[in-house]
């Protein structure tokens, strides 16, 4: 080999390594998609007049079906419920006290009571009869580990609890929208 004046070329007897200074992922490992997918639901006191616990099922949102067929793993980035009440201004519903919005990301236990409830560091004060928004983000090492997509499990749950209301009566509609990471295609 002719050598350039300033460039140092090695023996006959030594390979160079000439490709990437850092091996390559497969396209289906690297492959980010991140969707916000939503429902909506009745909210409705239950025969003991109370109503606890929304968390994030992933079987709940019409569309899971389509992303759990392509990609294998997911993390949630961030949850909100918005809570709008349908008899806002006729009040005709006459058990409707103020109560709570809680985020629990351990379990999905409901709040033993008011106390338990209003004793939570994340703590909110709402009524069911004007509109309000809950959102909870990803936070620590531990949300942000992928799942698989398959046998999900609920996380980070956000928990209203009401009591003391009309037992069965309609009280609004909440709409939740999941923000989801998926990566990993099939």
Not at 40 to 52: E, H, K, Y
Request: proline share 4%; with cysteine; aromatic share 12%.
């Amino acid at each position: 080999m002719p050598r350039s004046r300033g460039q140092k070329v090695p023996a006959d007897s030594v390979q160079v390594y000439r490709g990437p200074s850092h091996l390559a992922q497969s396209a289906s490992e690297t492959s980010l998609r991140v969707a916000q997918l939503s429902y909506d639901l009745q909210v409705a006191a239950s025969a003991g007049g109370t109503f606890t616990t929304v968390g994030f099922f992933s079987t709940a949102y019409n569309s899971w079906a389509s992303y759990a067929v392509i990609y294998k793993e997911f993390r949630l980035l961030s949850l909100s419920v918005h809570f709008q009440p349908s008899n806002r201004y006729g009040k005709s519903v006459t058990n409707c006290r103020p109560g709570y919005v809680v985020v629990d990301r351990i379990n999905a236990t409901v709040l033993g009571g008011r106390a338990v409830a209003a004793s939570n560091e994340s703590a909110r004060l709402v009524t069911l009869e004007d509109p309000w928004t809950f959102t909870v983000r990803m936070s620590g090492a531990e949300e942000s580990q992928y799942q698989a997509t398959t046998g999900v499990t609920a996380l980070q749950w956000i928990k209203p609890y009401f009591d003391g209301l009309t037992n069965f009566a309609e009280y609004g509609y909440m709409h939740q929208v999941a923000l989801v990471e998926f990566r990993g295609t099939q």
